[in-house]
């Protein structure tokens, strides 16, 4: 009984789409409707937490090899492939990114008013894109994923000469 549950619920992209469908569900509410928006984005990054139980009981630290492999063939004219997997280290990354958006979420839970909506969305846009860099094993992809991880940092900017000076900056920082 466990194994077969084990088998029909290990997939990755499964929780990468738990903030993608909890980022998209606070744009169709208005935003006099702050409580509730906060509710849902507290909810997705929470269920997003409880989401990866199986990969967590079943991984084998005893292999350095990817587990719970995934590939779907994404632009087969180029050969790029949505290939996820995870190995120790990224399990150990996935596991505290989950963790951290719901407190992210709480620690601006009165300051959000006027923005609540964007913090929300941007909060679980920037949770879907980390845990896709921890579990993409495509070389293109896993290029182009941690770039975009800053893209709901800058959305905030008023200005884009300031949006491009936090761009510069944290570039400097990774590298």
């Known amino acids: 009984?466990?194994?077969?549950?084990c088998e029909c619920y290990s997939d990755l992209s499964g929780l990468i789409l738990?903030?993608?469908?909890?980022?998209?569900?606070p744009l169709f509410i208005p935003n006099s409707r702050i409580r509730l928006i906060r509710l849902i984005g507290?909810?997705?990054?929470?269920?997003?937490?409880?989401?990866?139980p199986v990969p967590r009981i079943q991984f084998d630290p005893s292999t350095a090899k990817s587990q719970f492999v995934e590939s779907l063939r994404w632009l087969p004219y180029e050969n790029i492939h949505f290939y996820l997997g995870i190995d120790g280290i990224s399990l150990f990354f996935m596991i505290l990114t989950t963790f951290l958006i719901p407190i992210c979420i709480?620690?601006?839970?009165s300051g959000m008013r006027s923005y609540g909506k964007e913090y929300i969305t941007a909060s679980l846009i920037r949770e879907f894109l980390m845990i896709a860099v921890f579990c993409m094993l495509d070389p293109?992809?896993?290029?182009?994923?941690?770039?975009?991880?800053?893209?709901?940092?800058?959305?905030?900017a008023e200005h884009l000469l300031f949006a491009g000076i936090k761009l510069f900056l944290c570039r400097?920082?990774?590298q």
């Open 1 to 5: 009984m466990l194994e077969h549950f």
């Open 172 to 174: 400097g920082l990774a």
């Open 106 to 109: 709480l620690v601006g839970w």
């Open 18 to 25: 738990c903030p993608v469908l909890g980022s998209i569900t």
């Open 140 to 156: 293109l992809l896993f290029y182009v994923l941690p770039e975009s991880v800053l893209i709901p940092m800058l959305c905030g």
């Open 42 to 52: 507290l909810c997705a990054s929470l269920i997003t937490f409880l989401y990866p």
